[in-house]
């Protein structure tokens, strides 16, 4: 990843916004059954993940005085979903840590936010009242987030 970005900054001058939305699918593993085991490849994945590819491009960012970092999270990173205890936990020290990069880079000219998506993506629900939110109206609150500024998360509920 660090080689993709840095090749990406050559080539365009540098990285103006980075939007990390990892994604491993669902792991249901209930809150009694985590384990470090069953923990580490989600906070490699979500966490360490986004950690590397900050590292690539800030400095850039830095340099330039502006930069946006924008992070995708579930809606579980909020409010936890007991079927998926691993993977919100990974999602919630994401979001704190993107929360604190918002709050110590934004006089520096560096926007970072999260975007809690807590629904179904796509233009129709996948079964009758499923919440659901096309894909337009989720790029939006990205753009809402990179181009408004100031604000550190956005979510998207049904």
């Given at each position: 990843m660090t080689a993709a970005l840095e090749q990406a900054s050559a080539r365009?001058?540098?990285?103006?916004?980075?939007?990390?939305?990892?994604?491993?699918?669902?792991?249901?593993?209930?809150?009694?059954?985590?384990?470090?085991?069953?923990?580490?490849?989600?906070?490699?994945?979500?966490?360490?993940?986004?950690?590397?590819?900050?590292?690539a491009v800030l400095p850039?960012?830095?340099a330039a005085g502006t930069?946006?970092?924008?992070?995708?999270?579930?809606g579980g990173a909020i409010a936890p979903y007991p079927m998926?205890?691993?993977t919100n936990a990974a999602q919630a020290a994401l979001r704190n840590w993107?929360?604190?990069?918002h709050n110590t880079l934004g006089e520096q000219g560096i926007q970072a936010a999260t975007v809690a998506i807590n629904v179904f993506?796509?233009?129709?629900?996948?079964?009758?009242?499923i919440p659901h939110?096309?894909?337009?109206?989720?790029?939006?609150?990205?753009?809402?987030?990179?181009?408004?500024?100031?604000q550190h998360e956005r979510v998207i509920n049904g």
């Open positions: 365009f001058g540098g990285i103006e916004v980075l939007e990390f939305s990892p994604y491993a699918g669902l792991n249901r593993i209930l809150p009694a059954e985590v384990t470090i085991d069953n923990l580490r490849p989600e906070i490699e994945h979500l966490l360490y993940g986004a950690v590397t590819a900050v590292g850039g960012m830095l930069g946006t970092l924008l992070f995708t999270t579930g998926l205890a691993a993107v929360h604190n990069l993506i796509g233009a129709t629900p996948p079964a009758p009242g939110a096309a894909p337009d109206q989720i790029a939006q609150a990205y753009w809402a987030l990179h181009t408004e500024r100031g």
